[in-house]
């Protein structure tokens, strides 16, 4: 399989969100190392995947502590594996619940030849250009009226590897202006078959609303600014620069429901950068003023920022980062609402330049379409 027809058929093969994998003889290996041999069924929908284990012996468990984990448990035959499982509690009965964000589910036949990434919350619908092949992205869920029901498909003519696919999320969520949430990684054979499924749930969760820089612009300004973002990402973080740092902060910008800590969040992806130019890897020169060093950001990327806009800037990180929230005048005066939109857009601009994406963007403080030139 090679043409772009038969990619697409992968593409929109059906992907079940909800389903249960039937009880079946397996293994719960704890972080210790103990075994306990038992059956396991698994309950997946469309926010969770749980797993019931009854064992074959009495097991008296606790939970790990946040960011431990339990434990891991498979199936004997191979079928399926949940790698950190969290035990939640025991049932009557004998049972014990456990909760997991990932379960990888192998169904046999040949070797991997192609990728297909499915994710929550995102339109987009075109061919990227990538490494010198092509990934097909296309929009599954052409009714959904919001975000939270809206489905992309990602499907690569290779077997991506985890950096890859963490790029593409981080590359797709800045270009749907929120972060796009995973629902599963699947591996397919040349002749079509699926070879293995990574469903995953609860690792990101949809934002309420997003803050797209390309909201009003075109569909193919979208696809040349994510196939920009997805060519520059390798060499940018070779060379040192923080652009995933910036990138995890403008999504999680996106995540909040206040301005205040959504505003630090753009602060710091810009300062982010700032600093990184200036000083290089490191702690920074310390400074009373951290103007010098978004003004040689804004001369190396040529951002167009006038001397007002450092200095708007600075008072905003010093107002944001030093006390933590925007002080008077509030809400009730719109300020906030304007000077996250400033900050945003920077944020947007350093990474349009970083990538050498030129199209169209929108700007959020004028609520109109600018070029990104």
Avoid at 282 to 287: L, Q, R, T
Avoid at 289 to 299: F, M
Avoid at 321 to 341: A, C, H, I, M
């Amino acid at each position: 399989m090679t043409n772009g027809t038969e990619l697409g058929s992968i593409l929109h093969r059906t992907a079940p969100e909800a389903f249960i994998i039937e009880g079946a003889p397996a293994t719960f290996e704890m972080v210790d190392g103990t075994r306990a041999a038992g059956i396991a069924e698994i309950d997946i929908s469309r926010t969770s995947i749980t797993i019931r284990f009854a064992s074959d012996q009495p097991l008296t468990l606790v939970q790990a502590v946040y960011g431990q984990s339990s434990g891991r448990i498979s199936a004997v035959d191979g079928a399926w594996q949940a790698g950190r499982v969290n035990f939640i509690a025991s049932e009557t009965g004998g049972q014990h619940l456990f909760v997991t964000q990932e379960l990888i589910v192998d169904h046999g036949g040949a070797d991997a030849a192609y990728t297909r990434l499915l994710f929550a919350g995102a339109r987009l619908d075109g061919d990227i250009a990538f490494g010198g092949s092509v990934l097909l992205a296309r929009t599954l869920s052409h009714n959904a009226v919001n975000h939270h029901d809206t489905r992309l498909g990602i499907v690569a003519p290779s077997v991506l590897d985890d950096v890859t696919i963490q790029r593409v999320l981080r590359a797709g969520s800045f270009v749907a202006g929120l972060d796009i949430e995973p629902l599963r990684y699947d591996l397919f054979a040349k002749d079509g078959a699926l070879v293995r499924s990574r469903h995953v749930r609860g690792a990101r969760r949809l934002a309420r609303g997003a803050h797209s820089p390309f909201t009003g612009v075109k569909n193919a300004d979208k696809i040349a600014a994510l196939s920009a973002l997805l060519a520059a990402l390798p060499d940018l973080e070779a060379r040192g620069e923080p652009i995933v740092a910036a990138l995890n902060n403008i999504a999680a910008s996106n995540q909040v429901s206040e301005l205040d800590p959504g505003a630090v969040l753009l602060l710091l992806a810009v300062q982010a950068m700032a600093t990184y130019h200036a000083h290089g890897e490191g702690s920074p020169v310390p400074a009373v003023s951290r103007v010098s060093e978004l003004a040689a950001l804004n001369h190396a990327l040529d951002l167009h920022l006038s001397a007002d806009d450092l200095e708007r800037y600075e008072s905003l990180r010093i107002e944001l980062l030093d006390t933590g929230l925007f002080q008077k005048p509030g809400y009730e005066s719109g300020r906030p609402q304007n000077e996250v939109k400033f900050i945003r857009d920077i944020a947007h601009l350093i990474i349009f330049r970083l990538c050498g994406y030129r199209g169209p963007y929108y700007r959020s403080e004028t609520f109109d379409i600018q070029s990104a030139g």
